[in-house]
């Protein structure tokens, strides 16, 4: 199975800090935790630079997502996440992902 990560970009460095001033030395703390799993458990990647009109063609078909389909201010969309910081995480050159098996248990 290839994982890919998705809601773990969602925190920073890759999207700002939203909210009040954090605890810094939890905000560290699980900063630290999160490079630490990263590097442990991504540790595939994929060259998708020469690809990415066809994965925003893609992400477009998901148009719930994508678009606000009507006017109402709690129809959110992934670019209001973090300020279109996050939705920027699907751009860039290389993809990660957490590879792994699954067994099957015959009981």
């Given at each position: ?24 030395v ?9 490079g ?51 939705l ?20």
């Amino acid at each position: 199975v290839y994982e890919y990560p998705i809601w773990f970009w969602n925190h920073w460095p890759w999207t700002r800090v939203e909210g009040s001033k954090p605890n810094l030395v939890s905000f560290f703390k699980k900063t630290i935790m999160s490079g630490f799993r990263l590097l442990n458990d991504f540790r595939l990647s994929v060259y998708i630079g020469d690809v990415f009109d066809i994965k925003r063609t893609a992400l477009d078909q998901h148009q719930s997502q994508m678009k606000q389909l009507i006017a109402h201010p709690r129809w959110l969309t992934l670019r209001d996440v973090s300020e279109g910081e996050f939705l920027d995480c699907f751009f860039q050159n290389y993809e990660l992902f957490r590879r792994y098996s699954l067994t099957h248990n015959s009981e």
